[in-house]
């Protein structure tokens, strides 16, 4: 298991779709402070254990543990939107999911919201205009513009999302989860559609995160560069179970997780993408 | 799409134009065979069938050439097009203002020339033509090439940004024109009226604005609130005797908790299906109304409603023993037009009420997660937004004036039956709000105006108004699917930054 106290602890998971099981009884642990990976080929159920955690879906089977420092949360009996609010469980969606029409400040002062709807006192303060209210907006603000200038969005405060460039917009999903202050930080296929140089910028503010907000962080990847260089701990999923779990290192070297990614010694007729993926685990 | 030089070289493809020509006159044909060629009348000694078959086929020809000339457009020949729509255009308009240019037996005659006989048919083939030949003119002046949908909607853009920001000019204008309106000389009676409704449309398009324009629940049962604010107020006012100022909050109470229990079941629901059960809803309170004798009299309706008072002060000639009056108070001459005029102001301050308290909201919390909702309710979900508080706020805030609208309308009548809160009432506010743009309060005055106030100066129009109505609905919808005047003023900004920056992509190169 990994070191470091853990943050995540995730046990028995079970996620039944009718008769398919999508995951079968999956346990494992995401450390504080630590970024931890689950990775596995196309349709192992990486995506439904994180809609598991972040209240999508309601498990069959299996506990999901929060250790916040407010206390334990049990992921699965609370409402997901609750999931955000109380638990600080953010969350950022494969294909982005922005507010297209809102300005780029907007996105990142809506993750806010339930700070603010306590200072403008279930917006009868705001109503009225009353300072504490005023305060408390000149503060999201100043949270926005701080992430703004993290993920390098300054200039384009007042654009409408919709109208940024993919990368940016990525950029912009992980600063609204952010702005949340969450716990744990969930990241659905960070990398994806990204190019290298965008995805080298991706690393950076991942681990900038890690370090200087020290909160845990839990991806779900494909990208293999990513994983790799950032990860402090690896789970691997497949066809729903999980067949790995340890340091980059360990995982790299697992016969089940090269197998997996491999097929029974099959070598010939791989897809490029396929071997390309492998030459970098191993 | 036609716009390439070489269009101009290119032979008309002939048989392209009589085939989507020909198939058009054929659908027309079809339809207005029975539906125009057949007509009952009543004649003594019970109904006849007169048929009108002329009518048809010049329906049918007017379909081939309009079809036509679009091909024509569109193949790159606007000239032909030009040369047949201006004169036609210009001949038409001729023979309408015939009886002023010649003497009535010419213009007699004349006027048997206009394609149909019928007024308002008439004056829409003659707006056609003049469409057809703008078109034509517009096309020609840009060598054969006509506009295509991405540059109008960019230049509708614009046009909605310009007026979004000459709203905050234009705004104050229409404010000072509204609050001088009854003292100007052509304020008689019958404009009153019409300036009272435009703007009780006005405010109840700003109220559901709320709900539609912001939230993005699509609610085709508005008037349910509006009619649950008029009954509450007539029933509390015969039941208790309270005054019209006391009972409006109550009224925007109930009104606000339908808008609760309507909330609660359709919280899962989206888009059409939840278009379907508030339109459910409306029917619901309306049956409701019609049906429950006991208590609303069903459709007798009710009747003796209070009229506001100034203060206390009513506005009657000859009041009761010992009441004083507001024309004896102020020490005026009676007029029946005090009491309108003062109507009037009571809408124009709830309406003003309404928008400001829409403008405040829509930079809280609360108004920026009604939109946030509109755009991503899953992301809401994963931000901690509670989907579900906010729908309500949404719901109970937009019936909330619903009710305060309706109490006006109880206290402007003086009676309420079930009568006047049908399915029509809601479709034509939430056309308002459609028309003018989702969610621009500037958008809903000039829908209202446009929605209301016309049909209302041209009422002799009266059966055929409906059916411009829904045709201004479908070329909307056509044209310009997000309103008029669409545009989004983002409800913050980063401090030091002028207000004004670029916001979009292409402006920022």
């Not at chain 2, 912001?214 to 509450?232: M, N, P």
């Not at chain 2, 506010?429 to 809903?444: D, E, N, R, T």
Request: aromatic share 10%.
């Amino acid at each position: 298991m990994s070191a470091g106290t853990p943050l995540l602890g995730v046990e028995h998971l079970t996620m039944r779709f009718g008769g398919l099981l999508a995951i079968d009884d999956v346990s494992f642990e995401a450390a504080d402070k630590k970024i931890t990976a689950i990775i596995g080929p196309n349709g192992a159920g990486k995506t439904t254990v994180f809609n598991c955690l972040t209240g999508f879906y309601q498990p069959t089977i299996g506990r999901l543990t929060l250790h916040h420092p407010k206390g334990d949360f049990l992921l699965e009996r609370i409402e997901g939107y609750r999931i955000a609010k109380d638990a600080g469980v953010a969350r950022t969606f494969q294909n982005i999911r922005l507010f297209p029409r809102m300005t780029v400040l907007e996105n990142l002062v809506l993750a806010q919201h339930n700070v603010l709807m306590r200072a403008s006192r279930y917006t009868f303060a705001g109503l009225l205009g009353m300072k504490v209210y005023r305060d408390a907006e000149a503060k999201a603000v100043e949270l926005a513009r701080y992430w703004l200038d993290k993920v390098a969005l300054t200039e384009q405060a007042d654009w409408e999302a919709g109208n940024l460039p993919y990368g940016d917009q990525r950029r912009l999903e992980i600063a609204r989860a952010m702005c949340i202050e969450p716990t744990i930080l969930c990241l659905d296929e960070p990398a994806a559609g990204l190019n290298p140089r965008e995805s080298a910028v991706l690393n950076e503010l991942l681990l900038f995160i890690r370090d200087e907000h020290e909160i845990g962080l839990l991806l779900v990847e494909h990208d293999m560069s990513v994983v790799m260089g950032i990860s402090d701990h690896i789970v691997v999923l497949d066809y729903g179970r999980k067949i790995a779990d340890g340091t980059p290192d360990e995982v790299r070297r697992d016969p089940a997780v090269i197998r997996a990614y491999l097929g029974e010694e099959d070598d010939e007729e791989l897809p490029p993408e396929v071997a390309r993926d492998l030459d970098e685990l191993r | 799409m036609a716009g390439e030089t070489s269009a101009d070289h290119t032979p008309i493809d002939a048989q392209e134009l009589f085939k989507e020509a020909g198939a058009t006159a054929l659908v027309v044909f079809a339809l207005c065979f029975s539906l125009v060629g057949f007509k009952t009348e009543d004649v003594p000694g019970g109904l006849d069938i007169i048929t009108r078959f002329d009518d048809v086929l010049v329906a049918t020809a007017l379909a081939f050439i309009g079809r036509a000339a679009l091909v024509l457009l569109r193949q790159g020949y606007p000239l032909p097009v030009l040369a047949t729509a201006l004169p036609v255009t210009i001949l038409l308009i001729v023979l309408h203002f015939s009886d002023a240019v010649f003497s009535t037996d010419t213009a007699a005659v004349l006027k048997r020339f206009l394609p149909f006989g019928a007024p308002v048919i008439d004056w829409l083939v003659t707006i056609l033509a003049a469409v057809f030949a703008i078109r034509a003119a517009i096309a020609r002046q840009r060598a054969g090439s006509t506009m295509t949908t991405e540059e109008r909607e960019k230049a509708m853009d614009r046009i909605g940004a310009r007026v979004q920001r000459a709203a905050r000019i234009l705004g104050p204008l229409i404010l000072g024109f509204a609050i001088i309106l009854p003292f100007l000389p052509m304020a008689d009676r019958r404009i009153l009226d019409i300036a009272i409704l435009v703007v009780t449309y006005i405010m109840l398009g700003w109220g559901l604005n709320i709900v539609v324009g912001l939230a993005g629940l699509l609610d085709l049962g508005y008037v349910a609130f509006y009619a649950v604010g008029a009954y509450s107020y007539a029933l509390l006012a015969q039941h208790y005797d309270l005054g019209f100022w006391v009972c409006l909050p109550f009224a925007g109470l109930m009104a606000a908790t339908a808008g609760i229990i309507l909330g609660f079941p359709v919280l899962r629901l989206r888009g059409d299906y939840l278009a379907i059960v508030t339109l459910g809803f409306g029917e619901m309170i309306r049956i409701i109304l019609l049906n429950w004798y006991e208590f609303t009299k069903g459709p007798d309706g009710l009747s003796g409603i209070p009229r506001p008072t100034f203060f206390g002060l009513p506005f009657t000639r000859s009041p009761p023993e010992g009441v004083e009056t507001f024309h004896s108070f102020f020490n005026l001459a009676y007029s029946p037009t005090d009491r309108i005029i003062f109507l009037y102001y009571v809408i124009l301050v709830m309406a003003l009420a309404t928008n400001l308290f829409t403008l405040r909201i829509r930079k809280l919390p609360v108004g920026r997660a009604w939109e946030a909702l509109r755009e991503d309710e899953i992301a809401c979900r994963s931000l901690g937004i509670n989907p579900r508080n906010t729908k309500l706020t949404a719901f109970s805030i937009g019936a909330m004036f619903g009710g305060f609208g309706g109490s006006f309308f109880a206290t402007r009548q003086g009676f309420i039956s079930p009568e006047s809160f049908t399915f029509i009432e809601s479709a034509v506010i939430l056309a308002i709000v459609v028309l003018g743009g989702m969610g621009s309060q500037i958008g809903v005055v000039f829908a209202a105006i446009l929605l209301i106030g016309l049909p209302e100066i041209f009422r002799e129009l009266h059966q055929y108004r409906m059916l411009a109505f829904g045709a201004a609905m479908v070329l909307i919808m056509v044209w310009r699917p997000q309103g008029l005047l669409a545009h989004r003023e983002p409800t913050l900004h980063l401090p030091e930054r002028p207000p004004d920056a670029p916001r979009v992509a292409g402006a920022a190169k």
